[in-house]
C-alpha cells in the first residue's frame, strides 16, 4: 500500500483502488469538500506524474477518456484547486510523491491496465439527493428528476415560466460553463426535441451563473445527471434495435408513451413561447418537429 498525508489531501493506493480525500485546511476549495471523498479503481486510470516545484509539488492523476462523469461534464474546465485529481505536495515530501508515483505505475503495468478510452464509467458520480444555489437559481436533483427554482435575480421571463422539473428521460444532454471574463457561465439542460438558442438567462431550462464562490457546486449536479444518462460512447446505439417489431404488443405500449410524453412536450412549448423564453421562429420550429414525430 501506498500513501500520502498533506494539507491539501490524503492519497492511498491499496493495490486495485486510489482512495482520494479532500483535506480540512481552508486553502481545500468549497468544491473538493462538497465532492468528498472518491474512489478511483485501477482500471479507470491512464495515467499518473509528479511535477517538482520551489516550494510545492503537484501530483496528477490522468484518468481514462470516458471514465469519469464529472470530467466528461465539465469538459476540463475546471481549475486547478477544483480538480479532484491533483494534489499539492510539500517539499519535504517529494521522495514520498514519487515512491506513491512508482507504486501506480508498477500496479498498471502489471495489470496490464490499457489508456484507451472506455465506453462505460467506471466512476459513480456525485453523492445523491443533490441540490446547489448559485446564480438565478437552485438546481436540486434526486437521481430520476431536475427540479429548477428560480430567486429574485432571475429575469421576468423565466421566473414567469415557475419551477421546472425533468425527468431523466425528458434531458438529452447536461452542460456546464464557468464564468469567463465578461461572459456568465450557466448550468444548461438540453431538453429532447425543445431546441433553443435562447440565451442562459432567459432560457428555463437553464442556470445563468456569475462567477461567485458556489458556481462550481454546479457542475457536480451535472456530474450527477451525466453518470445517468447515456454514455457519450453508445449515444448513437439502441438498447433493442431490431426486436421490438416482431412482438406485437411492444409497439403499441410504447407508441401510447411516446404520443402522451409528445403532447406534454407541446404543452410546456406552448408555456415557453407565451412567457418570451422561445421566439416566434424557435417556437415553430420546435412544434413542427414534435408533430412529425407524431
Same mark, same amino acid.
Given at each position: 500500500?501506498?500513501?500520502?498525508?498533506?494539507?491539501?489531501?490524503?492519497?492511498?493506493?491499496?493495490?486495485?483502488?486510489?482512495?482520494?480525500?479532500?483535506?480540512?485546511?481552508?486553502?481545500? +476549495?468549497?468544491?473538493?469538500?462538497?465532492?468528498?471523498?472518491?474512489?478511483?479503481?485501477?482500471?479507470?486510470?491512464?495515467?499518473?506524474?509528479?511535477?517538482?516545484?520551489?516550494?510545492?509539488?503537484?501530483?496528477?492523476?490522468?484518468?481514462?477518456?470516458?471514465?469519469?462523469?464529472?470530467?466528461?461534464?465539465?469538459?476540463?474546465?475546471?481549475?486547478?484547486?477544483?480538480?479532484?485529481?491533483?494534489?499539492?505536495?510539500?517539499?519535504?515530501?517529494?521522495?514520498?510523491?514519487?515512491?506513491?508515483?512508482?507504486?501506480?505505475?508498477?500496479?498498471?503495468?502489471?495489470?496490464?491496465?490499457?489508456?484507451?478510452?472506455?465506453?462505460?464509467?467506471?466512476?459513480?458520480?456525485?453523492?445523491?439527493?443533490?441540490?446547489?444555489?448559485?446564480?438565478?437559481?437552485?438546481?436540486?436533483?434526486?437521481?430520476?428528476?431536475?427540479?429548477?427554482?428560480?430567486?429574485?435575480?432571475?429575469?421576468?421571463?423565466?421566473?414567469?415560466?415557475?419551477?421546472?422539473?425533468?425527468?431523466?428521460?425528458?434531458?438529452?444532454?447536461?452542460?456546464?460553463?464557468?464564468?469567463?471574463?465578461?461572459?456568465?457561465?450557466?448550468?444548461?439542460?438540453?431538453?429532447?426535441?425543445?431546441?433553443?438558442?435562447?440565451?442562459?438567462?432567459?432560457?428555463?431550462?437553464?442556470?445563468?451563473?456569475?462567477?461567485?464562490?458556489?458556481?462550481?457546486?454546479?457542475?457536480?449536479?451535472?456530474?450527477?445527471?451525466?453518470?445517468?444518462?447515456?454514455?457519450?460512447?453508445?449515444?448513437?446505439?439502441?438498447?433493442?434495435?431490431?426486436?421490438?417489431?416482431?412482438?406485437? +404488443?411492444?409497439?403499441?405500449?410504447?407508441?401510447?408513451?411516446?404520443?402522451?410524453?409528445?403532447?406534454?412536450?407541446?404543452?410546456?412549448?406552448?408555456?415557453?413561447?407565451?412567457?418570451?423564453?422561445?421566439?416566434?421562429?424557435?417556437?415553430?420550429?420546435?412544434?413542427?418537429?414534435?408533430?412529425?414525430?407524431?
Amino acid at each position: 500500500m501506498a500513501e500520502i498525508i498533506q494539507k491539501d489531501g490524503t492519497w492511498v493506493f491499496d493495490g486495485d483502488a486510489l482512495r482520494l480525500t479532500p483535506g480540512r485546511d481552508k486553502n481545500v +476549495s468549497l468544491f473538493r469538500k462538497t465532492l468528498g471523498e472518491l474512489v478511483v479503481p485501477l482500471v479507470a486510470l491512464a495515467g499518473v506524474s509528479f511535477e517538482q516545484g520551489k516550494k510545492a509539488g503537484r501530483l496528477r492523476l490522468r484518468l481514462r477518456d470516458g471514465a469519469d462523469p464529472l470530467l466528461h461534464a465539465t469538459g476540463g474546465r475546471l481549475t486547478e484547486p477544483n480538480d479532484p485529481y491533483q494534489l499539492l505536495v510539500e517539499s519535504d515530501r517529494y521522495g514520498v510523491a514519487e515512491y506513491f508515483v512508482d507504486e501506480v505505475r508498477g500496479a498498471l503495468l502489471l495489470d496490464e491496465v490499457p489508456t484507451d478510452p472506455v465506453d462505460a464509467y467506471l466512476l459513480p458520480g456525485p453523492s445523491l439527493p443533490l441540490s446547489v444555489s448559485a446564480g438565478d437559481g437552485t438546481a436540486g436533483f434526486d437521481g430520476d428528476h431536475v427540479r429548477l427554482e428560480w430567486n429574485w435575480k432571475a429575469e421576468d421571463a423565466k421566473a414567469a415560466a415557475g419551477t421546472r422539473s425533468l425527468t431523466l428521460t425528458d434531458i438529452a444532454s447536461v452542460e456546464w460553463h464557468p464564468a469567463a471574463g465578461l461572459e456568465n457561465g450557466y448550468l444548461r439542460f438540453t431538453v429532447r426535441n425543445a431546441p433553443t438558442k435562447a440565451p442562459p438567462k432567459y432560457d428555463a431550462n437553464s442556470v445563468e451563473l456569475w462567477g461567485f464562490k458556489k458556481d462550481p457546486l454546479m457542475a457536480l449536479v451535472a456530474a450527477a445527471v451525466q453518470a445517468r444518462l447515456p454514455h457519450p460512447a453508445r449515444a448513437g446505439a439502441t438498447d433493442v434495435p431490431d426486436a421490438r417489431p416482431e412482438l406485437p +404488443s411492444a409497439p403499441v405500449a410504447s407508441a401510447e408513451d411516446d404520443h402522451d410524453a409528445l403532447l406534454r412536450r407541446l404543452r410546456e412549448l406552448g408555456e415557453l413561447h407565451r412567457t418570451g423564453v422561445l421566439t416566434d421562429e424557435e417556437f415553430t420550429m420546435a412544434k413542427q418537429a414534435v408533430l412529425k414525430r407524431m
